[in-house]
């Protein structure tokens, strides 16, 4: 059973529609990311389902039951923000136990309850502290301590890593998969980080413009992205793009003449393309091997090479369109001086003038 469902929600802020016609099934147990960038209605979303904002259309079911018109206190969530929302001049303990000292719980167990949430977020040496000597993922900790001594059916995460340095996302990032494996529990989280949706998704949902544009696990999208933006919105480095033209479509392959690698034929899914047709080619910068060894040969010119050390980054942009290449280990190129590439047919995808992705 979906532990979450949306059918057909839509929020309209007087005449903007934030979002449009939301259907969605989070099973039990699933850690599911809303990802997007900035005002494509995630974070509207995730009110929607505390129950923060009401719905202007749709219903909301957690558990199997309808919660479309309950109040955010009457539904079995608990929500954790991007800015901790502790209380400063509270304790540690008190902070966590909070929720459960507003439920009247006797206060044996109310000490149970917090010194469980706080060995699971490794906060036990530093109950007796104010937030103010804490981290910024030691608060985070906190907060989430404090979700989890709710015992709630779903966990609401809004872009809770995102006032913390890069280093302490990474190492929150890890802590925040564990401690949903440990838990069981079903997450939702929304960022607009990719990289935290990818690194941390059981599915990702990918929202634009306040409408769903794909569902599926990470590997899903990143390899069969249904159509532009999920293509560019996914994967760092982004996807390359070049404008190209059909030649001929024929069975399970289509010839396209493009912009830099000139006429290539590649798998196809066999329909909705006819020669004529404007597409656009998507080549993924790890993709793009060095030397001649793959079907699609062309060249570049590298105007900037960034050395990693795991990788090399080229920036190959032309006529303001940007192109780039990511090759292992430290290859000995130089901006300026031309290189030979090339990518497996197979991994060259092909979308229709509508955006929607054609290879097979
Ligand atoms: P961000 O990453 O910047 O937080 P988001 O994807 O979470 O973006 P939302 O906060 O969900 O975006 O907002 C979606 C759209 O709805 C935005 O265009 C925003 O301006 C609009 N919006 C949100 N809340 C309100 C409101 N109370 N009144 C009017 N418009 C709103």
């Known amino acids: 059973m979906a ?4 059918s057909g929600v839509s929020k309209t802020y007087g005449a903007f529609n934030a979002l ?6 989070i099973a039990d147990g699933e850690f599911a990311v809303f990802v997007g960038p900035s005002g494509c209605g995630k974070s509207t979303l995730l009110r929607l389902i505390a129950g923060l904002d009401p719905v202007s259309e749709g219903q909301i079911a957690i558990g199997g039951k309808d919660v479309t018109s309950r109040q955010a206190g009457q539904r079995p969530i608990a929500m954790v923000f991007q800015n901790y929302a502790l209380y400063p001049h509270m304790s540690v303990y008190d902070n966590i136990a909070f929720p459960l000292q507003m439920e009247r719980r006797p206060k044996d167990e109310i000490r149970a309850e917090v010194a469980k949430a706080a060995q699971i977020v490794q906060l036990s040496t530093r109950l ?7 981290s910024g993922g030691q608060r985070q900790r906190v907060a989430i301590a404090r979700a989890i001594v709710r015992k709630p ?15 302490l996302r990474m190492e ?4 925040l998969t564990q401690l949903h494996r440990r838990l069981g529990s079903t997450m ?8 935290e949706a990818m690194t941390m998704a059981d599915r990702i949902v990918v929202l634009n413009g306040g409408k769903v544009e794909q569902v599926g696990p990470p590997m899903e999208l990143y390899h069969n992205p249904a159509n532009l933006f999920v293509a560019g919105f996914i994967g760092s480095p982004p996807m390359n793009f070049l404008a190209g033209t059909v030649r001929s479509a024929e069975g399970a392959t289509v010839s396209v003449e493009a912009a830099r690698i000139g ?6 899914s066999g329909e909705h393309l006819s020669a004529g047709d404007s597409v656009t080619l998507g080549i993924r910068p790890e993709a793009l091997e060095l030397g001649a060894g793959r079907q699609v040969q062309f060249s570049v010119v590298p105007e900037a090479v960034e050395r990693l050390g795991l990788h090399t980054i080229v920036h190959a942009g032309e006529e303001g369109r940007p192109f780039t290449a990511l090759f292992n280990g430290d290859p000995k190129l130089r901006a300026g001086e031309a290189i030979n590439v090339s990518v497996d047919g197979a991994s060259v995808k092909v979308f229709d003038a509508d955006g929607i992705l054609r290879s097979r």
């Open 3 to 6: 532990e979450l469902e949306l």
């Open 263 to 268: 006429v290539v034929t590649l798998p196809f």
């Open 172 to 175: 929150m990032r890890s802590e």
């Open 188 to 195: 939702v989280y929304v960022t607009h980080d990719q990289l």
């Open 153 to 167: 059916g779903i966990f609401l995460m809004d872009e809770p890593l995102s006032n913390l340095d890069a280093a």
């Open 128 to 134: 007796q502290d104010k937030p103010s000597k804490l």
């Open 20 to 25: 449009k016609d939301v259907s969605l099934e």
